[in-house]
């Protein structure tokens, strides 16, 4: 089975703080992804990486960072963080590029900004 | 993306079919069809796609329509542990965009 593992299922920091999550996954999946998720909104991409050291900007990147040094493991970053940056947050990953895509997500770490 | 069209919420006896429908008239000829589930509380799982053909695993059914304009995922004995919200996704490379989905309720 494919697994996704977030460091933290909640977290809890306040504003102004630089705020690490990390993702790993064990499938050598060659893709990764970062997601959020608010009532009403859906999930909204952030970031998503194709490969080490590579990154691509997802529809909402503002505020946020990412970091994929080694192929399993990639990490988002905010950088200061606010309030408006409470969320769940989702990591996802797969190993199909191009046509058809299947990704599987972590459990999610709920993040809230004091 | 092609944009999809499906119910806010059903309800479904336990042991029961439970057929989900998704209108997505707006495909185009290289757009998979994908659905994916979200349980209370924890991330999207994946369940099933196609592009052309009926597709079977051992989670559900996936019912394409001969135009492509609509399809239904088929639960084929829905349990309790299968309420959870359900999205209908169209994809051409790698984005995935969710909508609002439709909430399962099942019910015994």
């Known amino acids: ?114 | 993306d092609a944009k999809t069209t499906q119910p806010t919420s059903m309800d479904c006896a336990e042991g029961r079919a439970a057929n989900l429908p998704c209108n997505h008239s707006t495909i185009s000829g290289n757009e998979y069809v994908y659905w994916y589930r979200q349980i209370h509380s924890q991330g999207p799982q994946y369940i099933i796609h196609g592009l052309k053909n009926n597709e079977t695993n051992e989670m559900a059914s996936l019912i394409i329509t001969e135009d492509r304009k609509s399809s239904t995922l088929i639960l084929p004995h829905a349990t309790l542990r299968d309420t959870a919200v359900y999205y209908c996704i169209v994809l051409y490379g790698n984005k995935l965009v969710f909508g609002a989905g439709t909430i399962l309720r099942v019910k015994s």
């Not at chain 1, 990412?66 to 409470?86: C, D, G, P, Y």
């Open chain 1, 1 to 114: 089975d494919v697994k996704v593992t977030q460091s933290s299922r909640y977290l809890v920091k306040r504003t102004g703080e630089k705020v690490f999550l990390e993702c790993v996954q064990d499938m050598d999946h060659e893709n990764m992804f970062w997601y959020r998720q608010d009532p009403g909104l859906g999930l909204r991409l952030i970031y998503f990486s194709y490969d080490v050291k590579m990154k691509e900007k997802g529809d909402i990147p503002e505020g946020y960072s990412v970091s994929r040094e080694k192929k399993e493991r990639f990490s988002l970053i905010l950088e200061s963080a606010s309030t408006n940056q409470t969320s769940m947050y989702l990591c996802a990953s797969s190993w199909d590029r191009g046509r058809g895509e299947t990704q599987y997500f972590g459990p999610g770490t709920r993040l809230l900004v004091l």
